[in-house]
């Protein structure tokens, strides 16, 4: 069983920043393929990146060259740093873990999942 707590969703402005990590415990998040998604109001959850355990990593085509994926196996977490953000990124961003190794896009094949949390980009 794994857990997923996500922090550092905020307000920023069009253009600007922000860092949100995703905190495992219960297991190593390092033998696990790790993924965001993103829910915007009344829409779909949809895929944002994934990286797999051997650090591979896919990007959503409208977050690509401006979000990053990155692993800290030390403090157990997956961070998501998000640059150059855009009023269409504002969301619920969710967390999740799955046992399957390989980059993973479908929200179907992800076991775990955090509650989420909001980032607002304003214009």
């Known amino acids: 069983q794994v857990q997923l707590v996500e922090s550092g969703g905020g307000l920023v402005q069009a253009g600007g920043s922000l860092r949100l990590s995703c905190a495992a415990s219960g297991r190593t998040v390092s033998s696990y393929t790790m993924g965001w998604f993103r829910q915007a109001p009344g829409k779909e959850r949809v895929f944002v990146t994934t990286?797999?355990?051997?650090?591979?990593?896919v990007y959503a085509d409208s977050v690509k060259g401006r979000f990053t994926i990155s692993r800290d196996n030390a403090k157990n977490t997956v961070n998501l740093q998000m640059n150059v953000l855009k009023p269409e990124d504002t969301a619920v961003y969710y967390c999740?873990?799955?046992?399957?190794?390989?980059?993973?896009?479908?929200?179907?094949?992800?076991?775990?999942w955090g509650q989420g949390t909001q980032v607002t980009v304003s214009s």
């Open positions: 999740a873990a799955s046992m399957r190794n390989l980059p993973l896009v479908r929200k179907s094949a992800y076991d775990y």
């Open positions: 990286i797999s355990p051997s650090n591979s990593t």
